[in-house]
């Protein structure tokens, strides 16, 4: 198996990335009340639950997706979309 430092080799280029578009894009203001979740994910208060639930993130994963809190779903798929970008997914 090979060292946890070789495997994230590439990431610096994404923190780069991630930096300069969180410094060069206004963050869009929108309230919860317009965003509406997919059907039967929220409680009886109306709020998303589970994988839907915006949570905090540590500030590595906040440099990678750009924002201080994410849901579950989202860091998933962006950090699919980044393996899939730079063809890090290995086939058997």
Not at 25 to 33: L, Q
Not at 78 to 86: A, M, N, Q, T
């Amino acid at each position: 198996m090979a060292p946890t430092s070789g495997f994230f080799r590439g990431c610096r280029a994404l923190y780069l990335a991630a930096k300069s578009a969180a410094a060069t894009t206004p963050k869009p203001s929108t309230s919860a009340s317009s965003k509406k979740p997919a059907a039967g994910t929220k409680d009886k208060k109306g709020s998303p639950t589970g994988l839907l639930k915006a949570t905090p993130v540590s500030p590595t994963l906040r440099n990678f997706v750009g924002a201080p809190e994410i849901s579950r779903a989202e860091a998933v798929k962006k950090v699919w979309g980044y393996i899939k970008l730079h063809n890090l997914q290995v086939s058997l």
